[in-house]
Structures are given as C-alpha cells and as structure tokens.
C-alpha cells in the first residue's frame, strides 16, 4: 500500500451484462498529480470513474483511494466529483451562485440557513478559487456554461478535497473560454496542490496543461507523461493529437 498515490487501480475488468467494457487496467495517480483520461466515445472512461467513485460494484481486481480499498473508503469529503450534467440549469433557477456552492457543505452542516461566518467564509474563497467573485449575488441560470462548470467546481472545492475528478468539464464551454478553465485547474493543482484526474475529449488543450495521459479504450494503450505521449505518434494520431499540432503550427503563421 502506497500512501503517496491518491488513486491505485490494479487489474480491474467491468462487465454490463456479458459485454466487457474494462479490461485488465491497472493505473495509478500519485497525489499532486494531474491526469488527462482520453478515449473515444464508449470506451470505458465514465465505467472507469464509477468504479474509483464507488458507484459501481467492483467484479475484479482492486481500487484504493488513499491507500484505502474503495468499498471501506469513508472520507468522501477529500474526492470532489463534478459531472458532464453539471451545467444543466436554465435560465429561470432560482439560486444565486453563493447558494449553489454553500450546497458542497450541506454534508457538514445539513442546511444552508445554519451556515456560520467560518462556512460562508470558506463559500466566498472557493468563488474566489475558480475567478466567480464577481458574480457571486448573479442567479446560477444567468451564467454562460463555462462560468456554470466553475460554480461547480466551486462547490466541489468548499469542502476543501484532495482530489478533484472532472468528467468532460469542457463541454459547452466556448473555445476563447477553455484556456482559461485549464489555467484555473492548473493553478488548483500547483498552487493548491488538489490532485486532479480530467476526463475528455479535449486532447488540444488538454495536453498543454496536464502532466500525464491515460489512453482508454477497454484496455489502458497508454499512461505516461505528456512529452511521451505527444513523442509517440501513433498514438497521438490514434487519440487527436495530430489536430492540435495542425491547429498550433496555423496559429504561428502556417510555417
Ligand atoms: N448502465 C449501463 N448498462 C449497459 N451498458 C452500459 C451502461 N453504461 C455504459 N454502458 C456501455 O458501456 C460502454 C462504456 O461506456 P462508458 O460510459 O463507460 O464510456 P465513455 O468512454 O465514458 O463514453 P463517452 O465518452 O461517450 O461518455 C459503452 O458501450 C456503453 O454503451
């Protein structure tokens, strides 16, 4: 058992019915990590999540949070989760971002009307953390998607995680848009030192900004680093990658 890793998974294989989706894969994730999980659609990654949230029984093989075996893990509140659903309000819900993100201490203080001074503390600097302040009093519908995924992730903060898993947060989040999200979850894992497991599809800028790529499909093809897996070709071509590589060299004036 190793304590420095957040999440070891050793061997795990998953079936729905009799279709296996899960083959064999063993990963790991050292804390103070930051992992691009990539793969196309179908190919394991939200079955992969499930397991690691304990949402779905395991059927073998074994997965540790903490060093701790996933179906005796108690300490939910170090794992923040936010979800491709999450931005999902429309424009009349009635909740302003500060309600939104108080709802990631409900597990610790039951409702919101009880919070005290240290708990709405803690509220307004996790806004602070993902850049909302200014829209802190604004109704949560009112906001564009982007800016809705970084409530989200502000209510996953406030309960002050270790580990943070984010399963395609860049979906209806507009091009100009996404850099700046990745450089907030960046600073979230230097600065804060959260670890951070990322689902996406999202190679391009995805691969700017994490340290380590897991290339799912049913089986794991490829962990590493990202220099390795951007000086692999076919894989980079295989997951995307080449896409980025045109789109980088057009950016410096077609050269
Ligand atoms: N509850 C379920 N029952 C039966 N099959 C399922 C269930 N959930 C997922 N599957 C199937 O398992 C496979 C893997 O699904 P999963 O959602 O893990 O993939 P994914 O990589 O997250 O896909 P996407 O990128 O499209 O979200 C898919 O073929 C899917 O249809």
Known sequence: ??????????????????????????????????????????????????????????????????????????????????????NSFNSGFPATVFEVVSMGLYGKVGLFRFLNRNHKQKVREAIEQVGMTDYIHQNIGELSGGQQQRVFIARALVSEPELLILDEPTVGVDVTNVRQFYDMLVHLNQERGITLVMVTHDIGAMTDHVTDVACLNKHLHFHGNTADFAANQDLSSMYGHDVHLLTHNHSHGGH
């Open 1 to 86: 058992m190793n304590q420095e890793e957040a999440i070891s998974i050793k061997g795990v294989s998953f079936q729905y019915g009799n279709r296996a989706v899960l083959e064999d894969i063993s990963l790991s994730i050292p804390k103070g990590g930051f992992l691009g999980l990539v793969g196309p659609n179908g190919s394991g990654k939200s079955t992969l999540i499930k397991l690691v949230l304990g949402l779905l029984p395991l059927q073998s093989g074994e997965v540790r949070l903490f060093g701790e075996q996933v179906n005796k893990f108690r300490k939910w509140d170090k794992i923040g989760f936010v979800s491709q659903k999450a």
